[in-house]
C-alpha cells in the first residue's frame, strides 16, 4: 500500500495522501505517505467515532462517488489545525460494504 501511495503521490501532488478504515463505527489512519514539511496524522486520526469525523464527507457521497471538497471551510474546524485548504476523498468497497477512503489533501488538479 506505502508503494502505491508514493506512485499516486508522483502523479497528483498533494501535501498527504491516506487511507481511512472503517467498520462504520470508528475510524483509523491505517496508512499514509506525507510530503517533506508536512507532520504525520497516524498517531491522532486513531479509532475515531465515524458519525462524527465523516460527517462532513457523508453530504458530498450522497450525490456523487468522490467527496470532492474544493474550499475546506465547508466543514468543520479539525480539518483547519491540519492546513487544509481542499480535499478529496474515494470511498472504498470490499463485497459492496464500505471499508474505508482513500484521501489526498492539497492535492494538485
Not at 460527517?55 to 450522497?62: A, I, N, P, S, V
Not at 480539518?79 to 489526498?104: D, E, F, M, N, S
Amino acid at each position: 500500500m506505502s508503494n502505491a501511495l508514493v506512485a499516486l503521490s508522483e502523479t497528483i501532488h498533494p501535501d498527504h495522501l491516506y487511507i481511512l478504515e472503517t467498520e462504520l463505527k470508528t475510524i483509523s489512519n491505517t496508512f499514509e505517505w506525507c510530503k517533506e514539511g508536512i507532520t504525520s496524522e497516524m498517531d491522532t486520526l486513531q479509532n475515531l467515532s465515524y458519525d462524527e469525523y465523516m460527517l462532513g464527507w457523508e453530504t458530498f457521497l450522497e450525490h456523487d462517488t468522490m467527496a470532492f471538497i474544493p474550499d475546506i471551510e465547508m466543514l468543520k474546524e479539525d480539518y483547519k489545525r491540519q492546513v487544509i485548504y481542499r480535499l478529496i476523498a474515494a470511498p472504498l468497497y470490499h463485497k459492496g460494504k464500505l471499508t474505508g477512503y482513500l484521501g489526498a489533501d492539497n492535492f494538485e488538479f
